[in-house]
């Protein structure tokens, strides 16, 4: 069974910076990706950024292109999204993902596995 274990969420104010991480297990795929989502408070999910396992493409979603950051530690099967020049509406929680398809990840799922989510709060 695939487990995803965030960490890094927590307060930050305008302007700052935090890096969240994501660590995988369980799973046997060959080729996946793995990549970040988010809820605001009251809103729809949203894809914010993947990563291909193999030769490391990377995708964003519009609102964060220029800020966030995705990469990937392969040896210890972790993604990390650092996250820069952060605004108050990007307050959310934060939650991994895992698929085989980065079409899956783009279109908002369903996907192979969730992690429990981490909240990110940007205060003005």
């Known amino acids: 069974q695939v487990q995803l274990v965030e960490s890094g969420g927590g307060l930050v104010q305008a302007g700052g910076s935090l890096r969240l991480s994501c660590a995988a297990s369980?799973?046997?795929?060959?080729?996946?990706?793995m990549g970040w989502f988010r809820q605001p408070p009251g809103k729809e999910r949203e894809f914010v950024a993947g990563?291909?396992?193999?030769?490391?493409?990377?995708y964003y979603g519009d609102s964060v292109k220029g800020r966030f950051t995705i990469s990937k530690d392969n040896a210890k099967d972790t993604v990390y999204l650092q996250m820069n020049s952060l605004k108050p509406e990007d307050t959310a929680v934060y939650y991994c993902a895992v698929d085989r398809l980065i079409t899956a990840m783009l279109n908002n799922g369903p996907l192979d596995a969730w992690g429990q989510g981490t909240l990110v709060t940007v205060s003005s």
């Open positions: 369980g799973h046997s795929f060959g080729h996946y990706y």
């Open positions: 990563i291909d396992s193999a030769v490391g493409n990377t």
